[in-house]
């Protein structure tokens, strides 16, 4: 009996020792809350006729536009805010990131996630995502050129490339034979 109450006893210290272990991961938990929510991420159009502020999880907290800004045509303009929009909330990505990443120990690996993620995403590599991230530049972004010439409406944001199923050939008949058809089409490939 001295032998088991004995492996009990190990066992329950060994159980003790892990709980002591995570409380002192999540002891800074409040903290890094507090950071995350104070945390703020500025990106500026090339010609600085746009400003935009990212918060927490990408919401947007600011925006300032330039008369010389509101002087461009509306697609260059929309583009222009739309890639310096991507700019703040790619940054506020990373930021946030880096302090899990320092209040976990580095534990999750997140920063080096999400930079891959993004690096897939901008057609760019983690080296220069994270040189840019250290000297404090922005990250390589498209030109608005290619911004405003993407076509995003057939793009499945969230699907694996290789099971992208390609997008219907036009249609010859009536709007109303398109939806029909489509409507049983979908229902065939659930």
């Known amino acids: ?100 990443d320092q209040h976990t120990g580095n534990s999750m690996r997140l920063t080096e996630q999400v930079l891959e993620t993004q690096a897939e995403l901008l057609g760019t590599d983690v080296e220069e995502l994270r040189a840019a991230m250290e000297r404090g530049a922005p990250a390589p972004q498209r030109s608005v050129e290619e911004e405003q010439h993407e076509d995003y409406s057939e793009r499945e944001l969230l699907a694996d490339p290789a099971e992208r199923t390609p997008p219907p050939p036009p249609s010859t008949g009536s709007a109303g034979d398109d939806f029909l058809k489509n409507l049983f089409d979908d229902e065939d490939h659930r």
Do not use: Y
């Open 1 to 100: 009996m001295s032998d088991e109450f004995d492996r009990l006893v190990a066992e329950f210290d060994r159980f003790q020792s892990r709980m002591r272990r995570v409380d002192e991961q999540f002891s800074g938990i409040a903290q890094m809350q507090e950071e995350l929510s104070a945390l703020e991420a500025t990106a500026t159009s090339p010609d600085r006729s746009v400003t935009v502020v990212a918060g927490p999880g990408g919401a947007i907290k600011d925006i300032q536009v330039t008369d010389t800004a509101l002087r461009r045509g509306g697609a260059e303009l929309s583009g222009m805010l739309m890639a310096t929009l991507q700019q703040a909330v790619a940054e506020s990505a990373r930021q946030q990131a880096v302090l899990v």
